[in-house]
């Protein structure tokens, strides 16, 4: 059962570069998430597809854009990488809204130089 | 202030000890969700409640709505407890507030 799969597990850029963090559930999950996880702090929501079509900006979307591309599959993209955007990234998935357990896929820990 | 408060940040304990972890939150929520974050990082959601008592296992989750409060406790602790344990709390929309986790050491 692969549940949330992040693609890739490990990326370093250079400040400007740009890249796309892939997310894919196989849970027919209507609802879809991504966060960044800083050290010492909570998970914060940078973006969330409530369903299929639908995005929406959540605590820190500033420097992101994102694509539900389609009811599986959710991507993050950097358009031009920032050393704060260092961080460990997490899909999450769930069946509808915020009173649904989420899944999370294993994370993808970035660096930005 | 945090509107969702984890105490204590730092728990070590000797294996078998029960464990308490508290969350409290300053909001009105639908419902409380505690996940575990392990060593290596991934995040699993262990129970979601929106009132009275929930039990897996050796993992007891317990809510006071009226208190504002949730614990989670851990039965005759193990070594493979050892991880981040996080309180997220959800209101009417998609969003979650989320603690800034719980790192609990249960020692051999």
């Known amino acids: 059962n692969a549940g949330v799969t992040q693609t890739p597990k490990f990326q370093v850029l250079k400040t400007g570069q740009s890249m796309t963090l892939q997310c894919a559930q196989d849970m027919n999950h209507n609802s879809m998430y991504w966060y960044r996880q800083d050290p010492g702090m909570g998970l914060r929501l940078i973006y969330y597809?409530?369903?299929?079509?639908?995005?929406d900006k959540g605590e820190v979307p500033n420097g992101y854009n994102v694509s539900r591309l389609n009811k599986r599959e959710f991507s993050l993209r950097l358009e031009s990488a920032a050393p704060s955007q260092t961080s460990v990234y997490f899909c999450?998935?769930?069946?509808?809204?915020?009173?649904?357990?989420?899944?999370f896929g294993d994370g993808t820990r970035l660096s930005i130089l | 202030k945090n509107e969702v408060e984890q105490s204590p940040q730092n728990l070590t304990a000797q294996e078998g000890e029960f464990i308490t972890i508290n969350c409290s939150y300053s909001?009105?929520?639908?419902?409380l969700h505690w996940l575990q974050q392990h060593p290596g990082g991934g995040i699993v959601s262990l129970f979601m409640l929106s009132s009275g008592k929930k039990k897996h296992g050796r993992l007891i989750a317990t809510i006071n709505i009226q208190e504002k409060h949730s614990s989670l406790h851990i039965t005759a602790s193990h070594p493979r407890d050892s991880a981040v344990y996080i309180c997220a709390v959800s209101r009417s929309n998609y969003q979650l507030i989320w603690g800034a986790g719980t790192k609990l050491i249960i020692k051999p």
């Open positions: 999450a998935s769930s069946e509808e809204s915020g009173d649904q357990p989420q899944h």
């Open positions: 909001v009105g929520i639908s419902a």
């Open positions: 597809s409530a369903s299929e079509g639908t995005t």
